[in-house]
Structures are given as structure tokens and as C-alpha cells.
């Protein structure tokens, strides 16, 4: 499934290579949006672990945590679900993360701009 995420890195890109040498990038993102539920304003943000491969790979490493990104690729589902990937935090709250194999990554220059979909 193809999808394209708006939103901001939570780490530092991290570049790695594999053993036959093929470069890899990871960071994860988060997209937030607001709405109104009953009255009140509710934020609800949704984490993305985006993986790059190759020439994207070493063209990502750069990118750094807060980075404001337009991230096209696919959607690779928990192998043991078929879904998100789920955990239990600290707090003994749940949480989900999805998967993503990005085949397109755009730095937003500027903060406050809007990106087209």
C-alpha cells in the first residue's frame, strides 16, 4: 500500500550499511493533526519508522531530528500481525508504529508551509 506522510522526524537520521554493502537509512516520523471531539480540541500524532534504501539512503543521512519531511513509500505491516507494530510504554500506556519503506523523501525548507498531498 502506497501513502505519503507529512510530518516531523523524531531522531536523527541514522546511516548504516549492510553486509554486501548497500546503504540504509532509518528515522522515524510523526504526523500530528488537530480536530474537535465533542467540544474539545484533541492532537492525535501517528509514528512512522521510515527505512530508505541505497542512493535515497545516503541522500537522507543527513536530516535531523524536527526536520519537517513529505515522505512517499509504502506501508510494510508487523510480519506477526499484519498490522502496526504495538507496544506497551513505560506508563503502561499502548502505543502503535507503522512501517514504511519511503521510495521519495522532501525536506520542507520552511517551517510554516503548507504541503500539497
Known amino acids: 500500500m502506497s501513502?505519503?506522510?507529512?510530518?516531523?522526524?523524531?531522531?536523527d537520521a541514522e546511516l548504516r550499511y549492510t553486509q554486501s554493502g548497500k546503504a540504509v537509512t532509518k528515522f522515524s516520523v510523526a504526523?500530528?493533526?488537530?480536530?474537535?471531539?465533542?467540544?474539545?480540541?484533541?492532537?492525535?500524532?501517528?509514528?512512522?519508522?521510515?527505512s530508505c534504501w541505497g542512493e535515497l539512503a545516503e541522500?537522507?543521512?543527513?536530516?535531523?531530528?524536527?526536520?519537517?519531511?513529505?515522505?512517499?513509500?509504502?506501508?510494510?505491516?508487523?510480519?506477526?500481525?499484519?498490522?502496526?507494530?504495538?507496544w506497551q510504554r513505560k506508563d503502561g500506556t499502548w502505543s502503535a508504529s507503522y512501517d514504511v519503506t519511503a521510495f521519495k523523501v522532501e525536506k520542507v525548507e520552511k517551517p510554516d508551509e503548507e504541503i500539497a498531498v
Open 31 to 50: 504526523e500530528s493533526r488537530k480536530f474537535t471531539r465533542g467540544g474539545e480540541e484533541v492532537k492525535e500524532t501517528t509514528w512512522y519508522r521510515v
Open 59 to 86: 541522500a537522507c543521512a543527513h536530516l535531523n531530528k524536527g526536520t519537517r519531511v513529505k515522505v512517499d513509500g509504502s506501508l510494510a505491516p508487523d510480519p506477526e500481525t499484519g498490522g502496526p507494530r504495538v
Open 3 to 11: 501513502l505519503t506522510i507529512n510530518g516531523h522526524l523524531g531522531m
